[in-house]
């Protein structure tokens, strides 16, 4: 799978938009782009995956690039509970790559 | 739904001892996965399941480390010897297949393993 760049952490403020970065510059057409997130002491949890549109959830939004070599996970309003590591993970489909390649992710820290 | 269980929550044990962690996946779901996760390495893929078959096991550490999926809702991942080196979140997760391409991956709480 392609690797990913991602800041090793980032502040915002309670209630703005949080807005997490990551280059994924040698994916592949057949990738998708997966963000999962790791509260402090709980498993992962699934956000949201794109392809090449942009998606919405009640979670987040992902916004990709259109040469697909980066993406934005949007939080739109954050709170306490967001405070987090965010991983940006690209991950190719069918072939038996079923496994998921984590990073060292973004810890997003969300401020009073 | 109940979601991905997973038992013990933590484990505490002697070096040298058998540890025996278990899981048990979302109802329907095909795919079973065993994370490890350490502050040094984060997570890793240790082996994964289909249907109840191993289908990768490259990242099982060494042949004191074995995994088993005797039916569709439960799996081991058993360490003996076990050793200090050891001590980490194990984590299950399991996903279903369609059209051939495997879903979502939803994790559990994780077990914390301790070896002394």
């Known amino acids: 799978d392609a690797k990913t760049t991602q800041p090793p952490s980032m502040d915002c403020a309670e209630g703005r938009a949080a807005n997490l970065p990551c280059n994924h510059s040698t994916i592949s057409g057949n990738e998708y782009v997966y963000w999962y997130r790791q509260i402090h002491s709980q498993g992962p949890q699934y956000i949201i995956h794109?392809?090449?549109n942009n998606e919405t959830n009640e979670m987040a939004s992902l916004i990709i690039t259109e040469d697909r070599k980066s993406s934005t996970l949007i939080l739109p309003h954050a709170t306490l509970r967001d405070t987090a590591v965010y991983y940006c993970?690209?991950?190719?489909?069918?072939?038996?790559?079923?496994?998921?390649?984590f990073g060292k992710g973004t810890h997003l820290i969300i401020q009073p | 739904d109940a979601g991905v269980i997973q038992s013990p929550r933590h484990e505490v044990t002697e070096m040298g001892q058998e540890v025996t962690l278990r899981c048990k996946p979302i109802s329907g779901h095909d795919y079973l996965f065993w994370y490890r996760q350490t502050m040094m390495r984060g997570l890793e893929l240790l082996i994964y399941f289909n249907n109840n078959v191993p289908i990768d096991d490259s990242g099982m550490p060494e042949d004191r480390f074995s995994a088993k999926m005797p039916n569709a809702s439960f799996s081991t991942l058993k360490i003996q010897p076990s050793e200090p080196r050891d001590s980490a979140v194990y984590f299950c997760?399991?996903?279903?297949?369609?059209?051939?391409?495997?879903?979502?991956?939803?994790f559990g709480p994780g077990t914390r393993l301790t070896v002394l």
């Open positions: 794109g392809l090449k």
């Open positions: 997760a399991s996903s279903r297949s369609r059209r051939g391409i495997t879903d979502t991956q939803y």
């Open positions: 993970i690209v991950r190719a489909v069918g072939g038996g790559a079923d496994g998921l390649t």
